[in-house]
T-cell receptor, first 109, second 114 residues
């Protein structure tokens, strides 16, 4: 089993819709979690951290479920510019981030 | 402000040749990470430095790979000799050690070994 698993997609979503995807992690001792975004042929960029209480940044909401060992990302009122690959990342300790393979999101007009 | 700078942006070489990738981290950042990304394996950490000192190189594929950080503003990743399976995008990222999880990536070097 991979340490961090994501549905590769692609998720094809009409503009303005709400989309959500999950990521599961295997190490129950993991303490911190992140979503990074990677545009096609670009570098990953931090989108948001995921806190135990959940957190929201504009149209984006991240949630953590420790009991089931998954984190989620919800995007409301999706924009064409949201099209990207979303990488789920878990703190693996010792300065190591464990990266999921990413979920590809395509927003269609 | 300048972000992480990597050079070259693209490199095409023949099998057996030496390849040197370069990285300039964000000024003031004291942690530096080298990653490799492929379709098959995703993003893999190769090595990271704290205060110019290599801390963990367990991700380096084999002896053909080496990395150095002679000072706080420069790092290199060298592959000698290169092989076709080394073809990938190589990213350099930097961070403050205190918030190392927030990593700032360079634009990457796309390496193709023929």
């Amino acid at each position: 089993r991979k340490e961090v698993e994501q549905d590769p997609g692609p998720f094809n979503v009409p503009e303005g819709a709400t989309v959500a995807f999950n990521c599961t992690y295997s190490n129950s001792a993991s303490q911190s979690f992140f979503w990074y975004r990677q545009d096609c042929r670009k570098e990953p960029k931090l989108l948001m951290s995921v806190y135990s209480s959940g957190n929201e940044d504009g149209r984006f909401t991240a949630q953590l479920n420790r009991a089931s060992q998954y984190i989620s990302l919800l995007i409301r009122d999706s924009k064409l510019s949201d099209s990207a690959t979303y990488l789920c990342v878990v703190n693996g300790g010792n300065y190591q981030l464990i990266w999921g393979a990413g979920t590809k999101l395509i927003i269609k007009p | 402000d300048a972000g992480v700078i990597q050079s070259p942006r693209h490199e095409v070489t023949e099998m057996g040749q030496e390849v040197t990738l370069r990285c300039k981290p964000i000024s003031g950042h004291n942690s530096l990470f080298w990653y490799r990304q492929t379709m098959m394996r995703g993003l893999e950490l190769l090595i990271y430095f704290n205060n110019n000192v290599p801390i963990d190189d367990s991700g380096m594929p084999e002896d053909r790979f080496s990395a150095k950080m002679p000072n706080a503003s420069f790092s290199t990743l060298k592959i000698q000799p290169s092989e076709p399976r080394d073809s990938a995008v190589y990213f350099c990222a930097s961070s403050l050690a205190a918030s190392w999880e927030t990593q700032y990536f360079g634009p990457g070097t796309r390496l193709l070994v023929l």
